[in-house]
């Protein structure tokens, strides 16, 4: 903490001078550290605009990805946001030049920020759409999560989306079904992990992976029957835990089963090794017991003083 805070300080004095490797390269390292600077984001923003806004300046695609990525994870960027607007202007007249890690990096900035830009996502969508499959082949498993994710709400119309898509279900969704569905062991899951190079399916594709699991999703989330389930399981684990083991353990289906036989949030991740549970999981187990802790009755406050008297 010391030393990023001499590095803010010491970047804020030397800004005017920060060419756009230099805005990237620190707004990158904030971020991957988890270090929020208001002051320090103000500056690199104002000096990325300053830099964008020159005709004789030129972002390469990694600084791009790299603001776009790390302004949207400390949430920086708001979805007007002109930096926004400038890095997609800047990032249209080198698309050719991007990387399939650049790009997804970038998309997924813009995502997480809620951009809107019709032409953006539309021109990216059509070159996309237009790419040879070796590109995509070069391509690791989350970083085609990323793209489609925030292309999807824009290129249902567009000429060869639906190839595209084809090819996404094919090479991404249908492995990770595939290997999910299998037995896990200690050493698999993180095999399989580094094989596929994704974990997840992004947002708008996950019903796809949890459907050819034989999950039968639950559709739109406005709609009264899906809140009622969903109302249904937050309820179960504001539960209280209560001991009911039963002699035979868990390898039955009593209706005794409750709260209880769910680990707890320190349990899951002291075996987080083996049961590997999502962030959604442990998050839900989080906001249980907090929930829990904040119903405690609290005992009556002193109301003597504790101080000393004074001789």
């Known amino acids: 903490d010391v030393l990023m805070h001499h590095l803010a300080k010491e970047s804020l004095n030397k800004m005017p001078s920060f060419s756009p490797q230099h805005v990237a390269n620190m707004s990158w390292s904030f971020a991957t550290l988890g270090r929020r600077s208001v002051l320090l984001f103000g500056n690199l923003e104002r000096r990325a605009l300053e830099l964008l806004n020159d005709s004789a300046v030129d972002f390469v695609p990694l600084d791009l990805a790299l603001c776009a990525w790390a302004f949207a994870w400390l949430d920086h960027a708001a979805p007007d946001s002109p930096l926004l607007c400038g890095i997609a202007d800047a990032a249209l007249r080198r698309l050719h030049t991007f990387t399939t890690q650049q790009l997804a990096n970038m998309l997924w900035g813009f995502d997480h920020a809620n951009y809107r830009d019709p032409h953006f996502y539309d021109a990216v969508g059509r070159w996309c759409c237009g790419l040879p499959a070796t590109w995509w082949d070069r391509a690791a498993g989350e970083e085609v999560v990323s793209i489609m994710t925030a292309l999807k709400p824009y290129a249902a119309a567009l000429p060869g989306w639906a190839a595209l898509e084809d090819m996404f279900h094919r ?141």
């Open 171 to 311: 090479k991404i969704l249908q492995p990770l079904a595939a290997f999910l569905g299998r037995r896990n062991t200690e050493d698999g899951y993180t095999q399989g992990l580094r094989a596929l190079r994704t974990y997840h399916a992004g947002a708008l594709y996950t019903c796809k992976l949890v459907e050819a699991l034989g999950v039968r999703y639950l559709g739109d989330g406005d709609s009264e029957a899906t809140r009622s389930k969903v109302n249904d399981l937050i309820e179960f684990y504001l539960l209280p835990p209560e001991p009911r083991w039963l002699p035979d353990g868990y390898d039955d289906d009593d209706v005794q089963a409750n709260r209880a036989e769910i680990p707890s949030l320190l349990e899951l991740l002291d075996v987080k090794r083996r049961v590997q549970p999502s962030s959604h999981f442990i998050a839900l187990h989080l906001s249980a017991e907090i929930r829990l802790l904040d119903s405690q009755p609290r005992a009556p406050e002193n109301e003597e003083s504790d101080q000393v008297p004074a001789a």
